[in-house]
């Protein structure tokens, strides 16, 4: 079955380090995207990517970064800049809307990181 | 300021009651989600809507484009049913990223047998 694996589900970080989570879909979709969740808080939008090799930040890069050199993987690398990494990480995917046309995203189970 | 609104942000039901979750939010938008996020983390689609109503099992939404408002209806709450139900919106704001979403900050759902 056609689905985003994240791994892995936890994550521990020592301080000043940098840390890489792990998205691939087998979807054929364009479009990943990737979010972070807080308690309380809604998803918001850490990197998008929409074709291979091109991403763009989204409301909250700062001390992140990823690559997309492969259509079905879209790896995120926590840097030690990012000063409060423990979150809930989620990887979505989804066709290029076409005009007028939407498509649904799907979700990855999550990593959880935390800092030792 | 949140682009999407969701309320209650927690719900309680006993087993076969009639569940509403209500999404409200401030943008023009080209869809809505409804989404299910599970105790564990992962996140399901249950709707994508953009004008009307929808239907699959025990589960209804609906929308209102001109009052900026959806509604996720469960009838015959189960226990099951217990997650996170989050609303996101898709703008329709040509400038804005093609695909990416604004999300509610969700409604926990409780349902006791």
């Known amino acids: 079955d056609g689905g985003i694996t994240q791994s892995p589900k936890y994550l521990f970080r020592k301080e000043g380090q940098n840390v890489t989570l792990s998205c691939e879909q087998n979807?054929?979709?364009?479009?990943m995207y990737w979010y972070r969740q807080d308690p309380g808080q809604g998803l918001r939008l850490i990197y998008y990517s929409q074709i291979v090799n091109d991403f763009q930040k989204g409301d909250i890069a700062e001390g992140y970064s990823v690559s997309r050199e492969k259509k079905e993987s879209f790896p995120l690398t926590v840097t030690s800049a990012q000063k409060n990494p423990t979150a809930f990480y989620l990887c979505a995917s989804s066709s290029i809307p076409g005009q007028g046309y939407n498509q649904p995203q799907h979700f990855g189970d999550g990593t959880r990181l935390s800092i030792l | 300021k949140n682009e999407v609104e969701q309320s209650p942000q927690n719900l309680t039901a006993q087993e076969g009651e009639f569940i509403t979750i209500n999404c409200s939010y401030s943008v023009g938008i080209s869809a809505l989600h409804w989404l299910q996020q599970h105790p564990g983390g992962g996140i399901v689609s249950l709707f994508m809507?953009?004008?009307g109503k929808k239907k699959h099992g025990r589960l209804i939404a609906t929308i209102n484009i001109q009052e900026k408002h959806s509604s996720l209806h469960i009838t015959a709450s189960h226990p099951r049913d217990s997650a996170v139900y989050i609303c996101?919106?898709?703008?329709?704001?040509?400038?804005?990223?093609?695909?990416?979403?604004?999300f509610g900050r969700g409604t926990q759902l409780t349902v006791w047998p």
């Open positions: 809507l953009s004008s």
């Open positions: 979807l054929n979709h364009d479009a």
């Open positions: 996101a919106v898709r703008p329709a704001d040509r400038g804005s990223t093609l695909g990416r979403l604004y």
